[in-house]
């Protein structure tokens, strides 16, 4: 397993934008696929985004267009740029990695159980 541990939440308007941030520590080998995830309060737990070493990436239809998944492969980190960010993205978003290689579609699917998860990053959107 890896330690995860993310930054960047806060709060933001409506129309604004934020990058959270994903430290992975350990071997890269223990991060082949990682995923960003969240939960609103009274939700289940979403995928959002999914990337896996080759650079294959994934999105749910709720994000397309405005979130973009990176990372930085030198650094272990995992970004999730956020923009036009909407009432509706409030909730606390997660990391998560595996070392095997899903595809990114089944993994924002929850087709898998991810093998390691960051503590989450509170993100708010308001006016």
């Known amino acids: 397993q890896v330690q995860l541990v993310e930054s960047g939440g806060g709060s933001v308007q409506p129309g604004g934008s934020l990058r959270l941030s994903c430290e992975a520590s350990?071997?890269?080998?223990?991060?082949?696929?990682m995923a960003w995830f969240r939960q609103a309060p009274g939700k289940e737990r979403e995928g959002v985004a999914a990337?896996?070493?080759?650079?294959?990436?994934a999105y749910a239809d709720f994000v397309k267009g405005r979130f973009a998944i990176s990372k930085d492969k030198d650094k272990s980190v995992l970004y999730l740029q956020m923009n036009s960010l909407e009432l509706e993205d409030t909730a606390v978003y997660y990391c998560?990695?595996?070392?095997?290689?899903?595809?990114?579609?089944?993994?924002?699917?929850?087709?898998?159980?991810?093998?390691?998860w960051g503590k989450g990053t509170q993100v708010t959107v308001s006016s």
């Open positions: 998560a990695a595996d070392h095997r290689w899903y595809h990114p579609e089944r993994v924002i699917g929850g087709l898998y159980r991810m093998e390691s």
């Open positions: 990337i896996v070493t080759d650079g294959m990436a």
């Open positions: 350990g071997s890269p080998t223990s991060s082949v696929s």
